[in-house]
């Protein structure tokens, strides 16, 4: 049988340069391709030793004298959301989240530009183009897909109708788990009271305990980095160690 050549994948280090998380730091990365028949066991097996994935590249912080990004999964089954949690999703009950095939539209760039340019202004994602973000959502050799939310419209049949896009979450599906790439939503402040955000996480916890898939994978927590604190209010929750996966300490 002829061996695909991602058995044995090549790995590559980047270049250093300024953190985006932690002022006055730098950061390099190793990296390697996704691409081929193999690119979806490799995904599982690299989000398991806690890389991510931007397009067909999987990669993972391969700092010098720093680990503050620590690779962040929550324990789907025995997942209990806190009270406050529970009202954010009553408080969102009439929003349609649906699973769609991941192509890029106008729509979404154009709440994605919002988003940023209200959130995200000076960050390294300020500056993509349309291209630059359709390479994002459809450049992929795995199982990925977009849930994109809207808000049901009056006199609309549940999941069949729905108003302007005010969400959109970029999923990949592993062997154990899903992983949210990348979500955006409606900064505008009136929809503050909604916590969109966190309301796409309990709803992807939701969509992986449907599928019987153990895990949602959340990227990095950073310690020292507000902006990535938000991680830690999902319990129970797995962070990945010098010695394997371990329940994070409440």
């Not at 690119?39 to 993972?60: C, E, K, V, W």
């Not at 349609?96 to 979404?108: F, H, L, M, T, V």
């Not at 909604?194 to 019987?212: N, P, Q, V, W, Y």
Request: one cysteine or more; a positive charge; proline letters at 6%.
């Amino acid at each position: 049988m002829t061996k695909h050549p991602l058995d044995t994948p090549t790995f590559y280090l980047t270049a250093s340069s300024p953190c985006p998380y932690l002022p006055g730091m730098r950061e390099r990365k190793i990296f390697t391709h996704l691409v081929g028949s193999a690119a979806p066991d490799l995904h599982t097996m690299l989000s398991a030793g806690g890389f991510r994935r931007s397009q067909n590249i999987a990669y993972r912080p391969a700092c010098e004298g720093c680990q503050a990004c620590i690779s962040v999964r929550v324990r789907v089954d025995e997942f209990q959301p806190t009270r406050s949690m529970k009202r954010i999703v009553q408080r969102n009950r009439d929003i349609i989240g649906r699973d769609e095939e991941n192509k890029a539209s106008s729509e979404q760039y154009s709440l994605f530009r919002d988003y940023l340019d209200a959130r995200h202004e000076d960050g390294g994602m300020a500056q993509m183009s349309v291209l630059d973000y359709a390479m994002m959502i459809e450049d992929s050799h795995i199982d990925t897909q977009i849930v994109s939310y809207r808000q049901r419209m009056p006199g609309a049949l549940a999941g069949l109708d729905g108003g302007p896009l005010i969400g959109l979450c970029l999923t990949d599906q592993l062997a154990d788990g899903l992983s949210m790439v990348y979500s955006f939503f409606d900064p505008n402040p009136a929809m503050d009271s909604r916590s969109l955000g966190t309301f796409m996480i309990l709803d992807h916890i939701e969509r992986a305990r449907k599928r019987g898939l153990p895990y949602l994978y959340l990227g990095y927590l950073v310690e020292g980095s507000q902006k990535m604190a938000y991680k830690a209010r999902f319990k129970p929750q797995e962070h990945l160690t010098p010695s394997g996966w371990k329940i994070a300490k409440t």
